[in-house]
């Protein structure tokens, strides 16, 4: 997550000592075939009918402002940027990009247009469109993902004596109806798949009034609401908070025609609401949350090469048997502790007390992997092997085991005892049991050790402003993909961007001082210098990001739990492609089809 700042990253490091931001879960546009062909339906809009959803509760439809996966799941049917992740896999493909062109030093990027694409208010996709929504990504005062254009992927641009963009700088330009043209300040080796990301989808240009050089057509706060218009295959229809969200096929989309007239998602938090509705049948695909999961219902059919399994489950309290997908996406989920409040040898106190395989086996009830690194095993340096090898042969608290006697241990040596407990809080979003589980498990487990851990529950945005303001002390989030590369998740860990007294943190943590948080800072200015796509620079990153993962567990600013495996079930009468490792958020819907 990170607050929007018109400050360049770089600026920011600088500005607060630096070299050179779930969570609300976050990820890459994904799930969709396309076709060369532009609006004749083909290969779809032929059965029609309502898809029946379940979500979340969304915040945005504005591609800028969007950091959740509730508002990213409607948005990505509704907004397409250049480039896409078919069906959620990993090999990013153009989308509205005809084609695309880099030069050799990987500093110049060429993009063309498709031809004939149109957004939802009949006018054509032009590169100029793409400028103007490109601009409002850098400068829009409603921009939470100004960074991943000025500093992660570093287009070049001019900033001001505070560090601040200069609006209308950036090196990106409309060479002609159909080509956009647009220059970095150094190679990046995540380019083309951060381009994926809704974030950088067209916007029909002036349409809002929000940037330097428009006056507008509608406001932010209507567009981000009301009237959003994209070039996706669905056009948006409706959005009521905490009630329900809607979108219908767009007849003349450029790529594949949506089967479905209309999609539809019943907005709910309460577990128990969610899963009463699906077993009405008023959803037709769904996850099940982990209290009504039940792993001897599962029959697993089939488990391809990147471990994605297939088969059935149930029967289910409604006496019909699910379909069922289960994908090891790009994720990790972790409890992350603001170390100006919490002290050190608590925090290594909770690392000791937790056993990962335990609260995946006993609380996740098996729907995922320890986790002992906050880089997923899929995108860690080596892959899923070398990630279990480093983390059996160095992790510093006990492998898969609890040791509360180094825990008692850790806070003696600290001054804590019996007559001199350490109380602390630990903050869950509202909608989550099974993180108040792990509240639970945790808070029993450090009794022992001479701490007192409090446990309390807030909504989600709650939880999100408060991190960002600096006010918890303890708490757990989520993080899923952006882009498929270990800096994507590491970021969070990079010491100037924990700050909450700064305008735009990425995590909560406020990690600074020590010699732990210095190596990881220095580790963070080798991947940043060390950005190209070359088989060197990608070594020297590779050996930063471990030591990030290393500084991260001396002084346990995030505690690393799970990978979750992300698993979604339906009935039968509907086909829908199976999504890959972007996940289920970044999957689009016009491949689906009723039956």
Do not use: C
Not at 92 to 102: G, K
């Amino acid at each position: 997550m990170s607050e929007k700042s018109n400050m360049s990253r770089r600026r920011f490091l600088e500005a607060t000592g630096g070299v050179a931001t779930a969570t609300a879960l976050t990820g890459t546009a994904a799930g969709q075939e396309t076709t060369t062909e532009g609006g004749d339906g083909q290969d779809g809009g032929g059965d029609g009918g309502q898809l029946d959803l379940i979500n979340r509760s969304m915040t945005t439809m504005d591609p800028v402002a969007a950091t959740d996966t509730a508002s990213g799941t409607v948005i990505q049917q509704v907004f397409d940027p250049l480039m896409n992740y078919p069906d959620a896999a990993l090999e990013v493909e153009p989308l509205l990009a005809a084609d695309y062109q880099q030069s050799e030093d990987f500093t110049t990027y060429t993009f063309t247009v498709r031809e004939g694409a149109t957004f939802h208010n009949g006018e054509e996709v032009t590169a100029q469109d793409f400028v103007y929504a490109w601009e409002r990504l850098a400068a829009s005062e409603s921009s939470r993902r100004a960074y991943f254009i000025l500093d992660s992927i570093g287009i070049e641009h001019e900033t001001d004596d505070e560090g601040n963009y200069v609006p209308g700088s950036m090196a990106v330009e409309a060479v002609d109806d159909y080509t956009i043209e647009m220059t970095l300040s150094e190679p990046f080796h995540a380019t083309l798949p951060m381009l994926a990301y809704t974030s950088f989808a067209a916007v029909p240009e002036g349409l809002v009034g929000d940037i330097e050089g428009y006056d507008g057509e509608i406001t932010q706060q209507e567009f981000g609401t009301n009237d959003p218009v994209g070039a996706g295959p669905f056009e948006f229809e409706l959005w009521t908070t905490n009630d329900e969200a809607a979108v219908t096929r767009y007849d003349d989309y450029y790529g594949e025609t949506a089967n479905v007239e209309r999609v539809h998602w019943a907005i709910i938090s309460d577990p128990n609401a969610h899963w009463t509705y699906a077993m009405n049948q008023n959803a037709d695909y769904f996850s099940i949350p982990t209290q009504f999961y039940d792993p001897a219902n599962l029959s697993v059919e089939n488990t391809d090469d990147s471990g994605v399994q297939t088969g059935t489950y149930g029967p289910v309290r409604n006496g019909e048997t699910l379909n069922y997908v289960g994908v090891p996406t790009i994720n990790a989920f972790y409890v992350g502790f603001n170390t100006d409040q919490v002290e050190k040898a608590v925090r290594q106190a909770a690392a000791y007390a937790m056993n990962q395989q335990q609260v995946v086996e006993q609380i996740f009830k098996e729907r995922g992997e320890a986790a002992y690194h906050f880089t997923p095993p899929a995108i860690y340096p080596g892959g899923p092997d070398a990630y279990q090898q480093h983390a059996e042969e160095n992790y510093p608290y006990g492998y898969n085991e609890t040791r509360l006697d180094q825990a008692r241990q850790v806070m003696e040596e600290a001054g804590y005892g019996p007559n001199n407990r350490y109380e602390f809080t630990f903050t869950a979003y509202q909608s989550s049991d099974t993180w108040a589980s792990v509240g639970r498990l945790l808070r029993d487990q450090l009794a022992s050790a001479h701490i007192d851990m409090n446990i309390e529950r807030a909504p989600f945005s709650t939880l999100l402003q408060r991190g960002r303001n600096g006010n918890l002390e303890a708490y757990t989030l989520g993080w899923v993909m952006d882009w498929p590369a270990p800096d994507n998740f590491l970021q969070l860990l990079n010491p100037p961007q924990t700050d909450t007294s700064q305008p735009a943190p990425i995590s909560y943590v406020n990690w600074s001082e020590t010699d732990a948080a210095n190596r990881a800072e220095e580790a963070w200015q080798t991947v940043e210098q060390n950005a190209a796509p070359t088989d060197e620079a990608e070594q020297a990153r590779n050996e930063a990001y471990v030591e990030i993962e290393e500084a991260n567990w001396e002084d346990v600013v995030f505690l690393n739990t799970y990978h979750e495996l992300d698993e979604r079930f339906w009935y039968q009468g509907l086909d829908i492609p199976a999504y890959g490792a972007a996940g289920p958020s970044r999957q689009m819907y016009n491949g689906a089809r009723l039956e």
